[in-house]
């Protein structure tokens, strides 16, 4: 079962580098999100999909964009990275009745 | 904003009882979330709670709400070196009918325990 498949697990980028976090499901879950994890700071919310074709705007979408062509594939962009965009990045889906969200393992991306 | 507040940190000894606590803002909070982050993984589903509840019990887990003060605390019973683990809290708002759930997290308990 592999749930919430996400790559690279861990990169180191240049400043103003492109980068792209790529996340695959396999549950058919119709929701899915972008975390990044910071020290001191917990979790917060970068964009979100509802479904195939949607997006939305979370707490700290500057920088980053999203895209949803299909169920299944959620890459989270980084046009020009920066090294505040040093982070521990989660990808996540939601069951449809529960809510319950089910995380990937994580990429570490350092941009120095 | 919702906001949801746990303490950092959290030192046990093997074999005594941990309890973690959190406090929310939404009073429209539907679901209760405990979640466990295990040194360089994601995080996991531990036990969740409905807001119409005020304990739960699973196994070594026992969850108590408190709705009128907006307080969970999550009990570990006879804590062992693998329960070391960083604990989020989140809570859900009512179900917007948008398809997604927003939750909110807290910043994480990080819970050690010492042999």
């Known amino acids: 079962i592999a749930g919430i498949t996400q790559a690279p697990t861990s990169q180191i980028l240049a400043a103003g580098r492109r980068m792209t976090l790529r996340c695959t499901q396999d549950m058919r879950h119709n929701a899915m999100y972008w975390y990044r994890q910071d020290l001191g700071l917990g979790l917060r919310l970068i964009h979100y999909?509802?479904?195939?074709?949607?997006?939305g705007k979370g707490e700290v979408p500057d920088g980053y964009s999203v895209s949803r062509a299909n169920t299944d594939d959620f890459p989270l962009t980084l046009a020009s990275a920066v090294p505040s965009q040093t982070s521990v990045y989660f990808c996540?889906?939601?069951?449809?009745?529960?809510?319950?969200?089910?995380f990937g393992e994580g990429s570490r991306l350092t941009v120095l | 904003g919702e906001d949801v507040e746990q303490s950092l940190f959290l030192s046990v000894r093997e074999g005594d009882s941990s309890v973690i606590n959190c406090t929310y803002t939404d009073s429209s909070s539907t679901y209760l979330y405990w979640y466990k982050q295990e040194p360089g993984a994601g995080l996991q589903l531990l036990t969740y709670?409905?807001?119409?509840?005020d304990m739960k019990q699973d196994q070594r887990l026992t969850v108590l709400l408190n709705k009128k003060d907006k307080h969970l605390s999550l009990r570990i019973a006879d804590t062992q070196t693998g329960d070391s683990a960083i604990y989020f809290c989140?809570?859900?708002?009512?179900?917007?009918?948008?398809?997604?759930?927003?939750?909110?997290f807290g910043k994480g308990t990080k819970l050690s325990v010492i042999p």
């Open positions: 989140a809570e859900r708002p009512a179900y917007s009918g948008a398809g997604s759930y927003q939750l909110t």
């Open positions: 999909s509802n479904t195939a074709g949607t997006t």
């Open positions: 709670i409905f807001s119409n509840m």
């Open positions: 996540a889906s939601s069951d449809a009745y529960t809510g319950e969200l089910f």
